[in-house]
């Protein structure tokens, strides 16, 4: 079969006297593509079906690997109670972490006023203990439960009910 080369289209009157020739691809470019479309699909074959590699089982085994290294640990509940003892406790993690946007008298700043009757997200008990221990973090505050942990969280609860309460005599 003999490639006819050099052939003019006949385009010129179209394209402002610009000629165009029809010129065969050449073998080797033709043959790279026929080995790559073909490659393509035996590898398509393989990576879905023989060896059934997917990004379901992919993340499937980073989460197992993750479990067996860093295993979720069982969260205790602490009993909530104001005493003396939570109260100090919790003045100390309230002063070391929540005095900046809180303030020293719980008047608020960065974050929520605290020494007043009506809060944004609840004032009781359950309320306070959610909110520090999931954080606001669409108003800035972070998520405290994993970095105090539960009986930190009930301690600075206890504080900072105990002293709303002496600000506002309730």
Not at 134 to 155: D, R, S, Y
Request: hydrophobic share 45%; net charge negative.
């Amino acid at each position: 079969m003999s490639k006819e080369t050099n052939r003019v289209l006949g385009h010129a009157d179209e394209a402002d006297g610009i000629e165009e020739y029809d010129n065969p691809l050449p073998d080797w470019w033709v043959g790279l593509l026929w080995l790559t479309v073909i490659w393509a699909v035996g590898y398509g074959v393989w990576y879905h079906f023989i060896a059934d590699k997917s990004q379901e089982g992919h993340l499937a085994a980073e989460m197992q690997a993750a479990e067996v290294q860093w295993p979720e640990q069982a969260v205790t509940a602490v009993a909530f109670a104001i005493t003396p003892e939570a109260v100090a406790a919790g003045e100390a993690i309230y002063t070391q972490n929540c005095l900046m946007c809180h303030g020293a008298a719980l008047e608020g700043g960065i974050g929520a006023a605290l020494n007043d009757d009506e809060w944004i997200h609840g004032g009781e008990a359950e309320e306070v203990i959610r909110i520090i221990t999931e954080g606001v973090p669409e108003k800035g505050m972070l998520t405290w439960g994993p970095i105090l942990g539960p009986e930190k969280i009930n301690q600075v609860a206890a504080y900072v009910l105990n002293r709303n309460a002496e600000l506002t005599g309730n």
